[in-house]
Structure formats: structure tokens, C-alpha cells
């Protein structure tokens, strides 16, 4: 049945597929399509950072940004939605257009330039919604907002999303907002996790509750700068990590006509980038710091993959676009085969 859907949203702008397939799902959540569409909910569960996941596999941050769909795609079968990424105004993000698909590649090339409606929409969005799964809620600056003032952003849109959502993830990692990978630096890093952990616990203590604070990097390092940023985020009182966002690499997409489009790609072709971060992400951090693995899962193997490398829990995204809900039920299926494997 999806792939029936999807030959036909393929037929329109990947932006107006996007909205055309949202739209429709919420809209259908009053005769049951979502979970029509995603199956019955396949049971996994996970503790993690002090919350119950019932399964390891997880929406990314980016197709909802505004908290728009959350129920409807909440009946997809997911363990937990992130929404997002959200900045303290609304903005429009980068001039269309602005999404390319390859899909030979199963793979996307954005440079949205997290267009979104604002905060202020998403709180209220978060506070309507009926979901009662668990949300995360994805952050990040303004377009206009130098690197050296981020952090008054991120703290912004920090304390307006703390009460109404599960766990917060910081995103310093788009390729698509200028300059934004600085933040990543040690040189940045350090002051930037400070600042924001020291409100976050605030916020937790005023209002008596706990919110995991993860943050989420690229795939794009040299070893010896990703080593020595992952050993500042080990001390920072951060509570997570999400590994990884999308890449500046083009060498497995090299000749496709979209190839030399600005912006990160995601898909198929990040997996050994994402891989890789995640494996040494997993060293220097030791056994016990939650990692999130995202990047590259297009079918259940992938993500028994990353529990290999050492995810704790994953995000699709762009596999999801592709192959659609049953993706959600193969990874699962995966998941639980690494387990009773290392069990036995």
C-alpha cells in the first residue's frame, strides 16, 4: 500500500509531497488511517535517561517541524517523536528550491535552513496535542543570530519547550544554517553546553521535574577534533547523544544530476559516515552514556547496525520516506535479534 502511495507523492516537489502526505495522514486520523496505515504497535521497550520507551525506534527531527502531525504519526508504530527543529521566531528558511531526491540512492539532498513557525506555534501545538507518547522537542538559533550569541537562542527556546515535552535535543549540527557547525568546536562547546545545562537543571529544579538534554552532531570530523569534542560533551552534564545528522560528503552520490546541490544529505549513503561516528562516539563515552543512532537506516539491518555500534535507541527519517511504516517494524524486529543474539 505505501509503496502505491509513494509512487504517486514522488509525482509532486519533494516540499509539496511532504505537506500533501502530512496533511492527508492528520487528516485521516479521525477514521483510524494512521493506524491503518502503520500496523498495530509492535512492544520493545527501553529505559533510558529515565524514561519507557516502548521501542527502540524513534521519528528524527524535520519532518514535523511544528509539532503539527504529532498524533497522527505518534499511530505509525514510533517509540518516541521529535519535532523541531524550532527557533525563537518563525523564519522561512532558505529560498526554494530546496529538496532534491535521489532515489536510486534512497537518499535526500535539504537545505531548508529550519524553516519553521516559531516556538511559540510549536508550545502550543505540544500543549493540544493527544499523543501520549514520549516527545522530544529539537532546538536551534535563528539565521540572523551570530555564533558567539547562539546560546541566548538555544536558552530562549529551552525554557518555552521545557514543560511540554520529554526530552530536549540542541541541534549545533545542520549544515544548512551558516556557520552553525562552530558550535561543535571545543573551542565554542565547552561555554555553549555550560550555559545551557546550568538552565536546563534550573528549569528542572523549578519545576520539580527532569528533562533529558541531548545534543546532536554531524557526520563531517576528523578524528582527533571528534574525539576531543566528544570528551567535552562527557563532561558537560549533557544527558545524550544523537549521532548523526546529515553530510557534506558527496562521494557516494557522485555523478547523480543533484550531486552539487548546497545542503546535507541524508539517506543510504550517510550510513558508513554515521557508522563511524556513532562506533567512536561509543569509545570515548564509555557503556553507559545514552546514544542515539540516526543516519543511513533504510531497512532493519541498519539498525541492527547501530545497536552494534552501540545505540541505545534510533531515528529514521529518510528511510521512513522511502520505505515508509513497515520500516518502523523491520527495525524493531532487527533490534530485538542483536539483543537475544548478545543475550545467548
Known sequence: MYTWLRNGLFLLPPE???????????????VGLPRLVGGCPRSAPVELMGLSFPNPVGLAAGLDKNGDHIYALGQLGFGFVEVGTVTPRPQPGNPKPRMFRLPEHQALINRLGFNNKGVDHLVDRLKSTRYDGIIGANIGKQKDTPVD???ADYRFCLEKVHPHCHYITVNISSPNTANLRELQDTGHLREFLDELVRARNSLDESNETCRPLLIKIAPDWEPAALTASLEVIATSGIDGLITTNTTLDRTRVAGHAHADEAGGLSGAPVKSLADATLRRAREVLGTDFPIIGLGGITRGEDAADKRRCGADLVQIYT??????????????RAWQTVDEDTAA
Not at 492527508?24 to 479521525?30: D, K, M, P, T, V
Open 16 to 30: 509539496m509531497a511532504h505537506d500533501v502526505a502530512l496533511n492527508a495522514l492528520s487528516a485521516g486520523r479521525f
Open 319 to 332: 528511510g521512513f520516506i522511502y520505505q515508509g511504516p513497515r520500516l518502523v517494524h523491520d527495525c524493531i
Open 149 to 151: 550569541e547562539a546560546a
